[in-house]
């Protein structure tokens, strides 16, 4: 990290409080994670978004990445839909994005609702997963019927979209907008994916249940039409990369 970097713990009000006197334009908020045991992603998304923003003063704009998985399940929807989240990792997306909105002003508070971040090297979730399994021979399991869809967006691609939404700051109209990645896919078609390019077939188990936060459509028309964002990345060839880099 360089001279100018801080270390920490958003949780720690003590320690938060090192980024007030910066004067940052901007502070992006990254945290809040699903982690175990839960009381930890519950202090992130609680008592350290409190800590955030405290410390932006009446400085500091403040970006908050929360999830789409904030709508639930359904077949539609767009940020005026109404919030109806169904995992604690979504409920407390939900807790923290009421709290930034609660507790800053308009002009200082933007929350940013995600699709599915994938990219770079990834020790865990589905990719990795897929992949330490297209290696062995162990079963696949999944905790619903394979039906479970996400729409997935490149981490460089995130970062670009962030930067051209920084430049329209002024011109947002509205504290909530969604960033959803082109890329659609079902757990079953994720699994015919990996299939195909791994040159595999998976012993699969499934659980007979419908999957949660499975919203099948979700509008991005509002930062689409706000920047000249437009992706790089596909995650057909991030596959490709990951058989190209298999050890």
């Known amino acids: ?18 980024i007030k006197d910066r004067g940052f334009d901007f502070i992006l908020n990254l945290t809040g994670q699903i982690s175990w045991p839960i009381t930890a992603c519950l202090r992130q998304n609680t008592l350290g978004i409190q800590h955030m923003i405290a ?15 904030v709508y639930g399940s359904g077949q539609w929807a767009d940020e005026t839909s109404v919030c109806n989240p169904e995992t604690p990792y979504s ?20 929350v ?21 399994s297209a290696l062995s021979d162990k079963f696949l399991e999944f905790n619903n019927n394979g039906s479970l869809t996400r729409f997935f967006l490149h981490v460089e691609d995130l970062s670009n979209g962030l930067i051209e939404l920084l430049k329209k700051n002024t011109e947002i109209q509205t504290p909530v ?17 990996f299939e195909d390019k791994f040159k595999v077939a998976y012993r699969k188990q499934f659980e007979p249940v419908k999957p949660y936060d499975n919203m099948m459509s979700i509008s991005d028309h509002v930062f ?17 990369e990951l058989i190209d880099h298999v050890d």
């Open 1 to 18: 990290m360089g001279n100018g970097d801080l270390q920490l713990d958003i949780s720690q009000d003590d320690s938060v409080g090192k």
């Open 55 to 69: 410390a932006c003063s009446q400085v500091s704009t403040f970006i908050h990445l929360s999830s789409v998985g």
């Open 91 to 110: 409920a407390l997306k939900l807790v923290s994005e009421t709290l930034v909105l609660d507790g800053l002003p308009e002009h200082q508070r933007l």
């Open 112 to 132: 940013l609702r995600l699709s599915n971040v994938y990219g770079a090297s990834q020790p865990k979730g589905l990719f990795a997963y897929l992949k330490r």
């Open 177 to 193: 907008v969604n960033l959803v990645g082109r890329d659609q896919y079902s757990v079953l078609q994720l699994i015919a994916l």
């Open 224 to 240: 689409r039409n706000l920047t000249d964002f437009e992706e790089q990345y596909k995650l057909d060839t991030y596959v490709d």
